[in-house]
C-alpha cells in the first residue's frame, strides 16, 4: 500500500502537488482547506522597476503579464517563478527561498531609487515581504487581489483514514485545527517552521521543509528525513 496523502493546497494549486505526490508513489488525497477568491485590485502599475510575487495566485490574479511581458519579476520561490513565466512574463527572478531571501534578492538585484515595487499579494502573507522591502529602502505599494477564505466545513478526504497531511501555508494550518481536523496518528508534513507552529502539537510527528520548496518537503515525506521521522514512517513506508 501506498502512504495516504492529503493535500490541503487551494486549487488548483492541489493538482499539481497531487501529480508530484503520485509520481513518488503516494496515495494523492485533495482535501483544500482554503479557497483562492480574487478581488478587484488597482492593476495599473505605471512607474514600477518590478513586480512582487509571493505566490502563483498572486500571478494569476494579475491580468497584464503578456501585454508587460518585459517588466521585471521577483518572486519568493520557483514554482511561483514557473507561474510568472508561464503567464507571459520574460524577465523572472526567483529568491528560491522564503521573504528574507526575496528582500535579498531585491537589494542585489535593484535600486530602490529607480523606482517603486509593486507586490501582487493576497490578505495573508507570510514573512511581511513589505517591511523587509522598506527597510532596504524600497517603496512598497501593496496590492491585494485575492483572498484565501476558510472552507465552509472540514473536507470529507479528511475523515478518511491518513498518513500525511500536507500543511502549506500556516493559514492551512490554523483552518485544519478551526474545522476539527483530528491530528492523532497523522504525520504533518509542513512547508515551513512558522507552519509547523500553527500546525501545533498532538501529532504522530511533524516534518518541516529543510528548504521552503514542495520537491525538498516531498522528499523528507517519502525518504523519512530525522530518526523520529524516520521510526514514524517506517511501519508506512513498509506497506508500500
Not at 508534513?189 to 501529532?203: E, H, I, M, N, T
Request: hydrophobic share 50%; charged share 20%.
Amino acid at each position: 500500500m501506498s502512504l495516504r496523502i492529503a493535500i490541503t493546497r487551494a486549487q488548483p494549486d492541489a493538482e499539481e502537488t497531487a501529480a508530484n505526490v503520485t509520481a513518488r508513489g503516494g496515495e494523492a488525497i485533495i482535501a483544500p482547506l482554503l479557497q483562492i477568491i480574487p478581488m478587484a485590485y488597482d492593476t495599473n502599475v505605471e512607474g514600477a522597476q518590478a513586480l512582487v510575487f509571493t505566490s502563483a495566485a498572486g500571478v494569476r490574479a494579475f491580468p497584464d503579464a503578456r501585454r508587460l511581458h518585459a517588466m521585471r519579476v521577483l518572486t519568493v520561490g520557483d514554482a511561483t517563478a514557473a507561474a510568472a513565466r508561464a503567464a507571459g512574463f520574460d524577465d523572472v527572478r526567483s529568491a528560491d527561498g522564503d521573504a528574507l531571501a526575496l528582500a535579498q534578492l531585491a537589494v542585489r538585484t535593484l535600486d530602490p531609487n529607480a523606482g517603486k515595487l509593486v507586490h501582487i499579494r493576497g490578505t495573508h502573507v507570510a514573512g511581511d515581504i513589505g517591511s523587509k522591502l522598506e527597510a532596504a529602502g524600497f517603496t512598497v505599494d501593496r496590492r491585494i487581489a485575492y483572498t484565501a477564505a476558510q472552507a465552509p466545513a472540514l473536507p470529507e478526504a479528511l475523515k478518511q483514514e491518513l498518513d500525511v497531511v500536507l500543511l502549506y501555508s500556516a493559514r492551512a494550518a490554523e483552518a485544519f485545527h478551526s474545522l476539527g481536523g483530528t491530528c492523532g496518528g497523522r504525520i504533518a508534513a509542513c512547508l515551513s517552521q512558522g507552519v509547523a507552529d500553527a500546525a501545533g502539537s498532538g501529532w504522530k510527528a511533524l516534518i518541516v521543509a529543510a528548504r521552503p520548496r514542495e520537491d525538498v518537503l516531498l522528499d523528507q515525506v517519502f525518504t523519512g528525513g530525522a530518526p523520529r521521522l524516520a521510526q514514524a514512517l517506517e511501519p508506512l513506508l513498509a506497506r508500500a
